[in-house]
C-alpha cells in the first residue's frame, strides 16, 4: 500500500489527532474530581463526557479530513463508510484506572483497510509515550523501531491478562491457573489497549483476554504485527466487527502456549 492508496496520509494525519486527543484526555484527568462518572454495563464499567468529548472530537476530525472513511467508536457507535477505509477508536481506554487517578490509560486509534489493522496509534498522555505503526512500515514508540526479543517465554517474562463480566470468574481463573501452571506469571493494568502496546514494545511477552472489542485491540493487533509478533483473527467482516472476540497477541515464542490456553 502506498501513498496513492492513502495509508501516508492517513498515518500521518492519526499521529497527529492521537496528540491532539491525549492531550484532551490530559486535561480532564488532571481535573478529574470534577467530572461525573457514570456506569453502563455494571459498576465497574464506567464513563464520563472525558470519553464522550475525546471521542466527537476525533470522529470530527476524521470527517472533516477523511469523509468517505467509515468510523467504530466506543461511545458513539458506528458510521459506514464507502472508502474502504474505517477508523476504529477508543477515545480512552483503561477509564477504571483513568477515573481512580491511575496513569495506566490510553487513546487508541485504528485504521482498517477493507477489515485489515492498517495503522495503529496508541498515545500514553501519563507517561509521554506514543506507539504508531503502519503496515509494512514497522512499529516504533515515540520514534525508536521495535523488534521483539526471541529469547523470551511464557517462564522468562510477564503475560498480560484481562478480563470483563463476559467473562466468567471460573473461566478467568482457569486462564491464569493454566498460565500459572506453564511456569508464566500475570500482569493487569485496567487497559487492554495498553497492555497490547506493551506487548509490541517487549515489556509483556503476550495478551490474552477472551472477550474484547474491536476498539479495544485493532491498533494493539497493528503494533504487535510491526513489531514481529503475530496475534489471533479479529472478525471484521458485516456485523461481526460490532461484536466481541477473544483477543490474543503475542511474541510468536509463546503464541502456540497462549493459543493452548484459549482453546482449554
Ligand atoms: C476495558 C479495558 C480493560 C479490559 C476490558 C475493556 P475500557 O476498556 O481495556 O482492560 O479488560 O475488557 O472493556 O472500558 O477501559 O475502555
Ligand atoms: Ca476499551
Ligand atoms: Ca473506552
Known amino acids: 500500500m502506498s501513498q496513492e492508496t492513502g495509508l501516508d496520509t492517513r498515518f500521518a494525519f492519526a499521529n497527529v489527532i492521537a496528540q491532539e486527543a491525549g492531550a484532551m484526555a490530559l486535561d480532564y484527568f488532571n481535573r478529574r474530581e470534577t467530572l461525573v462518572i457514570e456506569t453502563k454495563r455494571d459498576l465497574q464499567d464506567v464513563v464520563s463526557v472525558a470519553d464522550r468529548n475525546v471521542e466527537t472530537f476525533i470522529r470530527q476530525r476524521v470527517a472533516e479530513t477523511f469523509g468517505a472513511d ?9 458510521q459506514e463508510g464507502q472508502s474502504g477505509f474505517t477508523w476504529v477508536v477508543d477515545p480512552i481506554d483503561g ?3 483513568f477515573v481512580n487517578g491511575m496513569a495506566t490509560w490510553c487513546v487508541s486509534i485504528a485504521v482498517l483497510h477493507r477489515g485489515v489493522p492498517v495503522i495503529g496509534m496508541i498515545n500514553v498522555p501519563c507517561d509521554d509515550e506514543l506507539y504508531a505503526a503502519a503496515a509494512g512500515m514497522g512499529a516504533s514508540l515515540n520514534g525508536k523501531s521495535l523488534s521483539l526479543d526471541q529469547s523470551r517465554t511464557l517462564q522468562n517474562a510477564m503475560t498480560g491478562i484481562g478480563c470483563n463480566t463476559y467473562v466468567t470468574p471460573q473461566r478467568v481463573g482457569a486462564i491464569i491457573a493454566a498460565l500459572l501452571g506453564k511456569g508464566g506469571n500475570f500482569i ?3 487497559s487492554g489497549a495498553l497492555m497490547l502496546a506493551y506487548v509490541a514494545a517487549g515489556r509483556l511477552v ?6 474484547m472489542r474491536a476498539w479495544d485491540c485493532m491498533a494493539g493487533y497493528c503494533l ?8 489471533l483473527a479479529f472478525p471484521t467482516e458485516g456485523e461481526a466487527l460490532l461484536q466481541g472476540h477473544p483477543v490474543l497477541a503475542s511474541n510468536q515464542t509463546v503464541y502456540a502456549d497462549l493459543l493452548a490456553i484459549h482453546a482449554d
Open 188 to 190: 493487569r493494568n485496567g
Open 224 to 231: 504487535v504485527k510491526e513489531a514481529g509478533g503475530t496475534h
Open 95 to 97: 477509564t477504571a484506572p
Open 70 to 78: 467509515g468510523f467504530l467508536g466506543e461511545e458513539y457507535g458506528y
Open 206 to 211: 503476550g495478551y490474552y483476554e477472551p472477550h
